[in-house]
């Protein structure tokens, strides 16, 4: 099992999901998870940082999480939120959320399930040192700070270039990156940290296809 973790806007997603297709992997999004956790805080109209209110409907949240890494389509409830869960609602919420311990814990058992049911790259925050610290590969992915904003802002735009909505600009992305990131790191559960055995690539100067190459690399020398 390859563990991928790291802060928001490295391409840690796209990295894991190629890594796993080159080898014939699954793919677990773990952050997905807590997106669609917050979604259903949202739409139920609980405050996300009511603690409590959360951990009390936190178990009835029903879910599929897909593991093919080219068809990672969410459904909440029998609809689709694939975009959804990345809109700026939920990802505003998704951290006072992603901090509640009760929704970690409940998290945590499917994840540690689905990262032992094969082949798999499983990425998050905390998958290297919380969930499954004996994984074979730790990457701990990162890149400096303009570049994770120039690359978010690239994915945003991308993303809703064929919508209503106005790309965000880089300022407001790198503002809220940090914000995200201060928070993950901050956290008292399961902060973002890389494990103290975690190979740690800066991408900030590689091209996406290098990265993959590199974490392949890796792979192929622990065997
Ligand atoms: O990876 P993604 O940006 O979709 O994750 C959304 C949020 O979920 C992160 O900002 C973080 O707060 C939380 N998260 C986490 N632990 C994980 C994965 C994500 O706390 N393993």
Redesign the pocket.
């Known amino acids: 099992m390859i563990a991928i973790d790291g802060p928001?806007g490295t391409g840690?997603?796209t990295v894991a999901r190629r890594v796993a297709a080159a080898l014939g992997a699954g793919y677990l999004?773990?952050?997905?998870m807590?997106?669609l956790i917050t979604l259903a805080v949202l739409e139920t109209g609980i405050d996300p940082t009511d603690d409590e209110a959360v951990a009390t409907m936190v178990a009835s949240v029903t879910f599929d999480s897909p593991t093919d890494p080219s068809a990672q389509q969410h459904e909440l409830a029998g609809r689709s939120v694939t975009s959804e869960i990345r809109g700026p609602e939920v990802t505003r919420a998704?951290?006072p959320v992603?901090a509640n311990p009760a929704v970690?814990e409940h998290l945590a058992t499917r994840q540690r399930r689905l990262a032992r049911s094969g082949r798999m790259v499983v990425?998050?925050?905390?998958?290297g040192t919380v969930?499954v610290p004996d994984a074979e590969l730790k990457i701990y992915l990162t890149a400096d700070a303009d570049e994770r904003a120039r690359r978010r802002h690239r994915q945003d735009a991308g993303r809703t270039a064929a919508a209503v909505a106005p790309a965000s600009d880089i300022a407001a992305v790198a503002l809220d990156l940090a914000r995200?990131d201060d928070?993950?790191s901050s956290r008292q559960h399961?902060p973002l940290q890389a494990a103290d055995d975690a190979v740690v690539i800066d991408s900030s100067q590689m091209e996406l296809a290098e990265t993959v190459a590199t974490v392949l690399r890796l792979a192929a020398e622990r065997g």
Request: charged fraction near 40%.
């Open positions: 928001s840690k997603s999004d773990t952050g997905a807590y997106r998704v951290t992603s970690r990425e998050g925050r905390d998958i969930i995200r928070a993950d399961a």
